[in-house]
C-alpha cells in the first residue's frame, strides 16, 4: 500500500529509514513522489564532439584493472582506463572507492563524468552501466544527503513503483486531466522518474506541477469554506449616515481607492458570512484612516473594534491619530501595550468586558489571557505578517468570532497573492493621497559617500531628521559590511558633538528600543543609526533622508519599505543608496530603485529577480515552499489551478459527486495529519 512505511521494501534498515526521514520520506508515498530536481543528458559522445570541462559520458572497454589510492582520512582515488575505438582515457573517481567492484578487464564500462580537453582524461562522477546492465541515456538527479545515496535512492524509488506504481489515486478528475491535456498519476511518477527524453520529462513536469499547485489550492478552497460555514460570521449593520459624518470631518479628500475599499469592507461587514479580507497598500497610500472608517462602522451597530500593531511605539502613534480623529465623536479609545501600568490596565481592562471602551489599540498584549471583550465585532491587524498565525487566531477567538481585517503595506503582486493569501480577499489601494511628496532616491558608489554626509548636513540644517541603515551590528569576519556600530561612530565624527546621533538594533531590550524610537520621533535624536528594525511602520513626519548602506544586500520590497518611512511629512523626502553591486542584476536593482516609486512594480521586479523566498523570508508570511513549481515561472499553471479548485467548491461545496470522492478523501487526510486545514 501507499500508506506503508519505507522500511517494508527491501534494503531498508533503521539507519537507512533514519536518512530517508531527513528528507521527508517516511512511506511509500513520498517516495514515489519525492521528484528529481534536474536531469542530466547521459548520450555518449565521440572524444572529438567534447567541449573542455563538458559533462559527458564515455563508453569503452576496460584496458586496466582499477587502482585504489588512500591519500588521507576517508580520502580516495580510483583510477581505470577505458579504451574508446583507439584512444585510451583515464578515468578518476574521489572517495568513491566502492566502484572498484564495478570494472572487470575486458568488460564494457558507461561512465559519467567531466572532460578535461587538455590532459585527455574524465574526472568520474558515475558508472552509468557496466557489462551486463543497461544504459540509461536520461537521468533524474535527487535532493540528497549523507545518509541516502542517488544510486541507492533511484533503485529504491524503482523497486516502490514496481511494487505500487499501478495503485496510484488520480486526484485531477477525468474532465480536468482532459480539458488541459494533464498525464495521468502513473504516467506522471513514471515520466518524472525514468523518463526517456528531455521531452518526456518535460511532459511530466507540467502535469506534475499542476497537480502540486491543484492540490494546494484546495488545501485553501477548503479551509475558505471551512471558515465561512462554521464561523457564524456576524452581520454588523452599521449606521451609514454616521460614516459619511465622520468622513465629512477629515481635513482631506479620500482617494478614489480609498472609497473602494472602504465600500468593499463595508459590505463584507453587513454580510451574515465570516469577512477575512486583506488590505493591501503601499506605504503612504492612506490604510489607516480606512481601518479608522470601518472600525467606526462596527462602533455605530454596537460592536467593538481592535486594532493590534506589532510594536509600542506604532501602537502609541495610532492612538494618538486616532484619539485627535474621532475628537467629538462618541467613541471611547484606549491603549493596552506592555508598558500600561497595573492601574490603567485594571481600567482599560474592566472597561473592555463591560462594553464602556469602543476602540482598543495595542500590541500583543490585546491577546493576553486576561483580556475579555464584551462584543468585539472587527479585529484589525497592521503589519499582518509581523504576526504569527495562532497570534491572529487567539485574537479572533476574544470575541464572537468577529470579523478580520489584516493590513499590510508590503506589496504582494497577484502572482503570490495566489499562493499567499488564497483564503482571502484582497482589497487594494493602488493610489497615493494628492500632494504627498514623492521620495528621490539616488544611488552611489561608496567612494561617493560624501555625498551622502552632504545631503544629511544641509537636510539637518533645514530642521529635518535622517535614518541610516545598514544590514549587520557588529563585525563580521565572513561578510565584508558597513555594520551599524562602525556607521555609527563615523557619522558622530562627521556631524560634530552638536548633532544628536543614536544606535538601534534588534539586539537591544523592547524597552531601550522603544525609549530610542520615542526620542527619535520627538525630534530628540537628529540622526538614527539603525538595522532593519524600523522597517516597521513608525510614523516620524519630520524625518527627510533614508540612508541605506549596502543596499543591495536588500530586496528590493525591502528597501522600498525602508524609503517609505520618510517623506511623511509636507517636505521634500531623500533616499540614498549606497552599494558596490558585484554583478548586473545588482546593478540593476538599484537602477530601478532609482526610476520608479511605485511598490507593486518594485514588487514584481523583486519576484522576477529573486523568488518569493527571498521576499518575504520567514515561514510566518503563510507562502507555502513548493517541491517542485515555481509560482513565478509557472504562474499560468498556478492560476489555471486555483480557477478550478474554486469552481469545483462552487459547483460542489460538499465534493459529494463521485468524481470528487479522492479530493474529499485527500482532505480529510490533511485534517487528519495536521487537525485543521490551517
Not at 465622520?246 to 469592507?265: C, D
Not at 522576477?608 to 517542485?628: A, C, H, N, W
Amino acid at each position: 500500500m501507499l500508506t506503508d512505511a519505507v522500511t517494508t521494501l527491501s534494503g531498508v534498515g533503521e539507519k537507512r529509514a533514519e536518512g530517508l526521514a531527513e528528507l521527508g520520506i517516511t512511506t511509500i508515498y513520498d517516495l514515489l513522489y519525492y521528484f528529481p530536481f534536474r536531469y542530466d543528458d547521459l548520450k555518449v559522445k565521440a572524444i572529438d564532439e567534447i567541449a573542455d570541462q563538458e559533462k559527458v559520458t564515455l563508453k569503452g572497454v576496460v584496458v586496466a584493472a582499477p587502482i585504489v589510492t588512500r591519500f588521507g582520512p576517508r580520502k580516495t582515488r580510483l583510477n581505470v582506463k577505458i579504451q574508446i575505438e583507439h584512444t585510451v582515457v583515464l578515468v578518476t573517481f574521489f572517495n568513491q572507492p566502492w566502484l572498484q567492484d564495478k570494472f572487470e578487464m575486458g568488460d564494457e564500462a558507461a561512465v559519467y563524468g567531466k572532460w578535461d580537453a587538455l590532459r585527455h582524461t574524465l574526472t568520474g562522477m558515475k558508472v552509468l552501466a557496466t557489462q551486463n546492465s543497461e544504459h540509461p541515456s536520461f537521468t533524474g538527479i535527487y535532493p540528497v544527503n549523507k545518509h541516502v545515496r542517488q544510486s541507492w535512492l533511484v533503485e529504491l524509488v524503482k523497486q516502490a513503483y514496481d511494487r505500487d506504481g499501478q495503485n496510484l489515486p488520480e486526484m485531477i478528475p477525468d474532465d480536468i486531466r482532459a480539458k488541459y491535456k494533464l498525464l495521468p498519476e502513473q504516467a506522471i511518477v513514471a515520466g518524472m522518474h525514468f523518463p526517456q527524453t528531455p521531452e518526456q520529462a518535460s511532459a511530466a513536469r507540467r502535469s506534475a506541477v499542476f497537480r502540486e499547485f491543484f492540490l494546494f489550492q484546495l488545501q485553501l478552497q477548503a479551509l475558505r469554506q471551512q471558515t465561512d460555514a462554521t464561523s457564524n460570521g456576524l452581520m454588523i449593520p452599521y449606521d451609514n449616515q454616521a460614516l459619511k459624518a465622520l468622513i465629512a470631518t477629515l481635513p482631506f479628500e479620500l482617494t478614489r481607492a480609498q472609497k473602494k475599499v472602504v465600500n468593499e469592507i463595508c459590505a463584507d461587514m453587513k454580510a451574515p458570512t465570516h469577512m477575512n479580507r486583506l488590505l493591501q497598500g503601499d506605504v503612504g497610500s492612506g490604510k489607516t484612516i480606512v481601518a479608522a472608517i470601518v472600525m467606526y462602522a462596527a462602533v455605530t451597530a454596537r460592536y467593538q473594534a481592535a486594532l493590534m500593531v506589532p510594536t509600542e511605539v506604532l501602537a502609541e502613534q495610532h492612538y494618538a491619530k486616532l484619539t485627535a480623529l474621532f475628537q467629538g465623536f462618541p467613541v471611547n479609545i484606549a491603549l493596552l501595550t506592555g508598558s500600561t501600568s497595573t492601574k490603567d490596565r485594571r481600567s482599560i481592562l474592566t472597561g473592555l468586558e463591560s462594553g464602556e471602551i469602543d476602540f482598543i489599540i495595542g500590541t500583543h498584549a490585546l491577546i493576553q489571557k486576561a483580556v475579555n471583550y464584551h462584543s468585539l465585532g472587527l479585529v484589525v491587524i497592521d503589519e499582518q505578517h509581523r504576526f504569527g498565525v495562532n497570534q491572529r487566531k487567539i485574537l479572533q477567538e476574544k470575541g464572537l468570532k468577529p470579523d478580520l481585517l489584516s493590513m499590510t503595506a508590503t506589496p504582494i503582486p497577484r502572482t503570490l497573492a495566489i499562493t499567499a493569501y488564497g483564503e482571502m480577499d484582497v482589497s487594494i489601494i493602488d493610489e497615493l493621497p494628492a500632494g504627498r511628496q514623492p521620495i528621490t532616491t539616488t544611488w552611489i558608489r561608496k567612494n561617493q559617500f560624501r555625498q551622502a554626509l552632504d545631503t544629511i548636513k544641509t537636510q539637518l540644517g533645514l530642521g529635518g531628521q535622517a535614518f541610516a541603515i545598514t544590514p549587520l551590528i557588529a563585525e563580521s569576519e565572513k561578510v565584508d559590511l558597513q555594520n551599524a556600530e562602525q556607521l555609527f561612530a563615523d557619522l558622530q565624527g562627521e556631524l560634530g558633538p552638536q548633532v544628536s546621533v543614536a544606535l538601534l538594533h534588534g539586539q537591544m531590550k523592547a524597552e531601550e528600543k522603544d525609549t530610542i524610537m520615542r526620542a527619535f520621533s520627538d525630534g530628540e535624536i537628529q540622526v538614527l543609526v539603525s538595522t532593519t528594525v524600523v522597517e516597521v511602520g513608525v510614523d516620524v513626519p519630520n524625518a527627510t533622508v533614508m540612508l541605506i548602506m549596502d543596499a543591495d544586500r536588500f530586496g528590493l520590497a525591502q528597501l522600498h519599505q525602508l524609503r517609505g518611512r520618510v517623506g511623511r511629512g509636507h517636505q521634500a523626502a531623500y533616499c540614498i543608496l549606497v552599494a558596490d553591486p558585484k554583478n548586473e542584476q545588482g546593478v540593476e536593482r538599484m537602477t530601478i530603485m532609482t526610476e520608479t516609486n511605485d511598490g507593486f512594480v518594485l514588487a514584481e521586479k523583486d519576484l522576477e529577480l529573486r523568488g518569493s523566498g527571498e521576499i518575504f523570508g520567514d515561514r510566518q508570511s503563510g507562502l507555502p515552499s513548493f517541491k517542485l513549481g515555481d509560482p513565478v515561472g509557472d504562474f499560468n499553471s498556478l492560476a489555471v489551478a486555483q480557477q478550478v479548485a474554486s469552481q469545483i467548491f462552487a459547483q460542489d461545496p460538499t465534493l459529494a459527486q463521485p468524481e470528487h470522492k479522492m479530493i474529499q478523501r485527500y482532505l480529510n487526510s490533511i485534517r487528519q495529519k495536521n487537525g485543521s486545514l490551517d
